[in-house]
């Protein structure tokens, strides 16, 4: 008989994390290496990411850039001197504030470059990996709320790219569903972390979000383990049988 250890657990399993220097990367890796799991974060930030391994024993690092290929391409090599991969949490990402009419070409490539491009690439590495031998893994991409709506204005250049990875999602959850690999998308609603607030830092926020009243479960944004226990669950085998499945952990934005 399964315990709960096995089915909500991954021990034995190798997770990569990419994001994982601080805010919601920082804490799904935190929560996975409480799950038993062999964890590489990954992230451009090297002097955050550093202090990794002294927070999880046995952590490994690798720092890289999501917007070039090259960089993700030597990613996944490091991630095969580890071990074969289980999971990928592809939750790196860039959110700077900008006028829709002020994106111009050069922003938008960068942009897409980091927000869409990069996961996509991501998931092509990991899927390669994942059905040699008929292994399967999981693969979790932190999309946003912000992909099924406006959410915040002066950010439509963040909504398009993460539309496109609730897309990746559920093409490729389909597309490998037969070596068994299962390919999900977690869609976080307002969240409070030092990187949000970075990102924000100085710019006048305007939109849904900053209404009174708009998150009807709490009204207060969530926390990064929130995501975390729900990017858990979709990497674990209690999740064996979901798939393709767009889920948002939101406090109820989408649906006020």
Not at 47 to 58: I, Q, R, T, Y
Not at 83 to 105: M, Q, T, W
Request: hydrophobic share 45%; proline share 4%; glycine share 12%.
């Amino acid at each position: 008989m399964e315990d709960l250890a096995s089915i909500f657990g991954l021990n034995g399993k190798v997770a990569l994390v990419t994001g994982a220097a601080d805010g919601i990367g920082r804490e799904i890796a935190k929560l996975f290496h409480l799950a038993g799991a062999t964890v590489i974060g990954a992230d451009i930030n090297a002097a955050k990411l550093a202090s990794l391994p002294d927070e999880l024993p046995g952590a490994h690092i690798v720092t890289y850039d999501q917007g070039d290929p090259d960089s993700i391409a030597n990613l996944f090599e490091q991630v095969d001197l580890v071990g074969p991969i289980d999971v990928l949490i592809n939750c790196a990402a860039v959110y700077p504030f900008r006028k829709f009419e002020d994106v111009d070409s050069g922003f938008l490539d960068k942009m897409l470059a980091i927000n869409l491009r990069g996961p996509f690439q991501c998931v092509q590495h990991a899927v390669g990996r994942m059905k040699v031998g008929g292994r399967g893994g999981s693969i979790v991409n932190i999309s946003s709320v912000n992909s099924m709506r406006a959410c915040i204005f002066d950010n439509v250049h963040y909504g398009v790219g993460k539309a496109g990875v609730n897309n990746l999602t559920v093409s490729i959850a389909l597309e490998y569903a037969e070596h068994n690999i299962r390919v999900n998308s977690v869609l976080p609603g307002g969240v409070a972390t030092t990187h949000a607030a970075a990102e924000s830092d100085g710019y006048p926020l305007r939109g849904p979000f900053t209404q009174a009243g708009r998150i009807p479960l709490t009204g207060a944004a969530g926390k990064p383990e929130d995501i975390a226990r729900a990017c858990l669950f979709l990497s674990s085998d209690a999740s064996r049988y979901i798939t393709g499945q767009i889920i948002a952990v939101d406090g109820g934005f989408l649906i006020s």
